[in-house]
């Protein structure tokens, strides 16, 4: 089954802007994770937030998260041509399964 | 890097057929696991493993076996592949010591049965 729901689908910006992409789920969990796919390559892990935490900074990257509406943002600041991938959410519950989201295809235009 | 590969990188196969996929660690983690990843899926738990001859099943195990009789390997078989089964298929581990759940994954196996 899949939990969270990315959303958009896909979203095409140009360099330089913001990129925001937004995950909702459904049940209780652990932490949320949010991972990044090049194509043709496996996902990497990009950032994690905790069930307890609501806002999270990595470099450019910054994730939200909102239990309360089971949702969480992922912005990428300044985009850069090197950011288009395919952006994945994925729940953790208290065993560490994660259930996935479809995923956001970005493009960013140069 | 965790050190994964993964093999073959691609395979085409007639259905009917069996097929093994190989996950390789060089870093000796507990967990490891088996996605399959299909457009507007994402990807979903085939099998995981949390040691050696310790295996579990996910939300799509029909038609897939898994063994791990080594820590560094795990196998992914299909036993009589479908066309169902194409897809491209994630080894991930995750490591000891970390307690967040965070996978490492392989570069994945893209697997076409006709």
């Known amino acids: 089954s899949q939990q969270g729901e990315e959303d958009p689908q896909a979203l095409s910006i140009q360099e330089g802007e913001n990129a925001t992409m937004n995950c909702s789920y459904k049940t209780s969990i652990n932490n949320l994770q949010w991972y990044r796919q090049n194509s043709g390559r496996g996902l990497v892990h990009l950032i994690l937030?905790?069930?307890n935490e609501r806002e999270k900074h990595s470099g450019r990257l910054r994730v939200t998260l909102d239990t309360s509406k089971k949702s969480s943002s992922l912005l990428i600041t300044a985009s850069r041509a090197a950011d288009t991938a395919s952006y994945f959410c994925?729940?953790?519950?208290?065993?560490?399964?994660?259930?996935w989201g479809a995923g956001t295809k970005l493009i960013i235009k140069p | 890097d965790a050190g994964i590969t993964q093999s073959p990188r691609h395979k085409v196969t007639e259905t009917g057929t069996p097929v093994t996929l190989r996950c390789h660690q060089t870093?000796?983690?507990?967990?490891m696991y088996w996605y399959r990843q299909d457009p507007g899926h994402g990807l979903r738990l085939i099998h995981y493993?949390?040691?050696?001859?310790?295996?579990d099943k996910g939300e799509v195990s029909d038609g897939y076996s898994v063994s791990r009789s080594k820590t560094e390997d795990f196998l992914l078989t299909l036993e009589s592949a479908t066309s169902s089964q194409t897809s491209v298929y994630f080894c991930a581990i995750r490591r000891a010591g970390v307690d967040t759940g965070e996978l490492f994954f392989g570069e994945g196996s893209r697997l076409t049965v006709l």
């Open positions: 870093e000796n983690h507990r967990y």
């Open positions: 994925a729940t953790s519950d208290s065993n560490y399964q994660l259930i």
């Open positions: 937030i905790r069930s």
């Open positions: 493993s949390y040691g050696v001859k310790d295996t």
